[in-house]
């Protein structure tokens, strides 16, 4: 089975602009989860989906959002780039979204904002 | 909220020799499940193993095995015979039964293997 992909790989923006991040899972994967990695705050979740719906969701601001479609890819969009968005993200899928569930990870997108 | 806390930044390990990860975490519920994952360069994280809160024995996955302690809090893995593909970042998670897929994750250990 193919592994998560994710696209693009690397990203530069600038401050303001927006982005579209995107992520397939493994495939009969339903959960797709996303994470921010960043050296001063780690690993930090942002939100997960299942069955097209938010499941749950970190404490980040409005302007991250995302969504999944029919067929279990998904997408994640920050609005209003600032510098502090600069972060490896990583987007993560799983069978289903009972709680535990092993979590396999893409290689994730670095987005530089400058 | 759950906390995680991998309290050394980083270990150095001989080659061939073992090397222990403290993790301790925080949390009041009963159903939970922890994980650690590996980060080599690459930044791809790879899981290592995986412990469910409700069972008490070990979890192991051939050179990597952990000593998980439920009263204490504590979640250590040891990875025996180090091998310099071994060198990565490990990150010790938390995923509550209940709420879902989120991982929370500790800050990290850096693992240095010596040849």
């Known amino acids: 089975k193919a592994g998560v992909t994710q696209t693009p790989r690397y990203l530069i923006k600038t401050r303001g602009q927006q982005v579209t991040l995107s992520c397939s899972p493994i495939?009969?994967?339903?959960?797709v989860s996303w994470y921010q990695q960043t050296p001063g705050q780690g690993l930090q979740f942002l939100f997960e989906?299942?069955?097209?719906?938010?499941?749950n969701k970190g404490n980040f601001p409005g302007r991250f959002s995302g969504r999944q479609f029919s067929n279990s890819r998904s997408e994640m969009n920050v609005s209003t780039l600032e510098l502090g968005d600069s972060a490896l993200y990583l987007c993560a899928s799983s069978l289903a979204s009972l709680g535990g569930e092993t979590q396999y990870f893409g290689p994730g997108t670095r987005l530089l904002v400058l | 909220a759950q906390t995680v806390t991998q309290s050394q930044p980083e270990m150095s390990v001989q080659e061939a020799e073992t090397v222990t990860l403290s993790c301790t975490y925080d949390?009041?519920?009963?159903?939970?499940?922890l994980f650690w994952y590996k980060q080599p360069p690459s930044r791809q994280m790879i899981l290592v193993i995986r412990?469910?809160?409700?069972?008490?024995q070990n979890a192991t996955e051939n050179r990597f095995s952990v000593n998980f302690q439920k009263a204490a809090k504590s979640f250590s893995l040891k990875i025996s015979d180090s091998q310099l593909g071994d060198a990565a970042m490990y990150f010790c998670a938390y995923s509550s039964g209940a709420a879902g897929n989120k991982l929370t994750f500790g800050g990290g250990t850096r693992v240095l293997v010596k040849p």
């Open positions: 989906y299942f069955s097209e719906t938010q499941r």
């Open positions: 949390t009041s519920e009963s159903d939970y499940y």
């Open positions: 412990q469910e809160a409700y069972k008490q």
């Open positions: 495939s009969g994967h339903r959960s």
